[in-house]
């Protein structure tokens, strides 16, 4: 984050996360335990936790994860970790939610 957060930045922040929360929560996200929301997808069930900037997510089965998202370059393969980062610039259009919810609704 720069150092100097103007409105413009923290309004983005605040929409992102807000367009996220609103998207996972359509598709049936509910709330998780590990995770603030927790949906299951065709790789198994994925903890979901919007950030500012970026959306944190975990699949619990690493192995069906890995056959069914393949190396996508985000997949961690030894922790399930799936994580979407965006810059400051991406999350004021709409091309970071789209990216994300192509990627999300790729494994429901």
């Known amino acids: 984050m720069p150092k100097t957060i103007t409105k413009r930045i923290r309004l983005a922040c605040e929409r992102f996360q807000r367009t ?7 598709k049936g996200a ?3 335990s ?3 929301f927790e949906i299951e997808t065709k790789a198994g069930n994925l903890h979901l936790t919007p950030y500012d900037t970026w959306v944190a997510c ?7 994860a890995r056959t069914i998202v393949g190396n996508d370059g985000r997949l961690n393969r030894c922790s399930g970790k799936w994580n979407f980062h965006f ?10 939610l789209t990216y994300f919810a192509q990627n999300l609704e790729a494994i429901l």
């Open 20 to 26: 996220v929360l609103e998207f996972i929560t359509s």
């Open 30 to 32: 509910t709330p998780g």
């Open 58 to 64: 975990r699949f619990d089965d690493v192995e069906r």
């Open 34 to 36: 590990f995770y603030d």
């Open 87 to 96: 810059s400051h610039d991406e999350i004021a259009t709409p091309a970071a």
